[in-house]
């Protein structure tokens, strides 16, 4: 029987990687088609918020990307540090960038939703606050790794800011139940399916979470290849000019 731990071997992941990355990509393009012509083009205007309810489509799945693009680096950041696996490594910092667009994305399809709303296009409500501070997080892992010449100095400091980073990711996914205060409504979606949005949006909105969330894992899987390839490239033109 084969141990998931024979995948942290560089060619082992990329020979695998090569196989399933197609079929990762085209199941995302489809969810996603899927998914935002339903939500936008064939669910009715919301009775409080008209037509601008539909941001949900594109909002809540990237702000769920963004929170969970992080929890993966913190998981592959614990297991470089427990197991020195650089796949795992290069698997977080391949992340990074997906978590930033994520973020980016969710700020401003929030300050969009929200401006009509609240009358405001920014609140420093307690999960908004700490979204920002998740940003910055991401930013400052991206500059760190940039900064450091020594691949597994850099990974050691990153998965070190990655795993103090996890309040601010899950400060952002628990704030609205950590304080009763602010602007921010409740969970959209939760385990109570009578807490939950409206059927008519429900499905397409699982529809383009499924889209989203696979969208990132292909575009991690391919970066996390191209980092194992310009390892090895740094490698090979090190051994050169030593020889």
């Given at each position: 029987?084969?141990?998931?731990?024979?995948?942290?071997?560089?060619?082992?992941?990329?020979?695998?990687s090569?196989?399933?990355?197609?079929?990762?990509?085209?199941?995302?393009?489809?969810?996603?088609?899927?998914?935002?012509?339903?939500?936008?083009f064939?669910?009715?205007?919301?009775?409080?918020?008209?037509?601008?309810v539909?941001?949900?489509f594109?909002?809540?799945?990237?702000?769920?990307?963004?929170?969970?693009?992080?929890?993966?680096?913190?998981?592959a950041?614990?297991i470089?540090?427990?197991?020195r696996?650089?796949?795992?490594?290069?698997?977080?910092?391949?992340?990074?960038?997906?978590?930033?667009?994520?973020?980016?994305i969710a700020l401003a399809?929030?300050?969009?939703?929200?401006q009509?709303?609240?009358?405001?296009?920014?609140?420093?409500?307690?999960?908004?606050?700490?979204?920002?501070?998740?940003?910055?997080?991401?930013l400052?892992?991206i500059?760190?790794?940039?900064?450091?010449?020594?691949d597994?100095t850099?990974?050691?400091?990153?998965?070190i800011?990655?795993?103090?980073?996890?309040?601010?990711?899950?400060?952002?996914?628990?704030?609205?139940?950590?304080?009763?205060?602010?602007?921010?409504?409740p969970?959209t979606?939760?385990?109570?399916?009578?807490?939950?949005?409206a059927?008519?949006?429900?499905?397409p909105?699982?529809?383009?979470i499924?889209?989203?969330?696979?969208?990132?894992?292909a575009?991690?899987?391919?970066?996390?290849?191209?980092?194992?390839?310009?390892?090895?490239?740094?490698?090979?033109?090190?051994?050169?000019?030593?020889g």
């Amino acid at each position: 029987m084969s141990s998931v731990w024979e995948y942290a071997n560089p060619k082992k992941f990329i020979q695998t990687s090569d196989r399933v990355l197609p079929v990762i990509a085209a199941m995302a393009v489809l969810c996603l088609v899927t998914g935002l012509i339903w939500g936008f083009f064939f669910t009715p205007d919301d009775y409080k918020q008209g037509s601008t309810v539909k941001i949900i489509f594109i909002h809540v799945p990237s702000a769920l990307m963004a929170i969970n693009a992080w929890l993966m680096m913190v998981v592959a950041s614990i297991i470089w540090i427990v197991r020195r696996h650089h796949v795992s490594a290069l698997a977080a910092r391949a992340a990074a960038p997906v978590g930033v667009v994520m973020t980016i994305i969710a700020l401003a399809t929030g300050a969009i939703w929200g401006q009509p709303m609240w009358g405001t296009w920014w609140a420093w409500d307690p999960r908004l606050t700490s979204f920002l501070i998740l940003f910055l997080f991401y930013l400052g892992y991206i500059a760190l790794w940039a900064a450091i010449e020594n691949d597994d100095t850099a990974a050691d400091l990153t998965s070190i800011l990655c795993i103090v980073g996890s309040v601010f990711a899950l400060m952002s996914r628990y704030a609205v139940n950590f304080w009763n205060q602010g602007l921010h409504q409740p969970a959209t979606l939760t385990v109570k399916t009578d807490s939950n949005i409206a059927d008519v949006f429900y499905y397409p909105l699982m529809v383009s979470i499924a889209g989203f969330m696979l969208f990132c894992i292909a575009l991690i899987v391919l970066g996390t290849q191209t980092e194992i390839r310009a390892r090895r490239m740094r490698a090979l033109m090190a051994r050169e000019r030593m020889g």
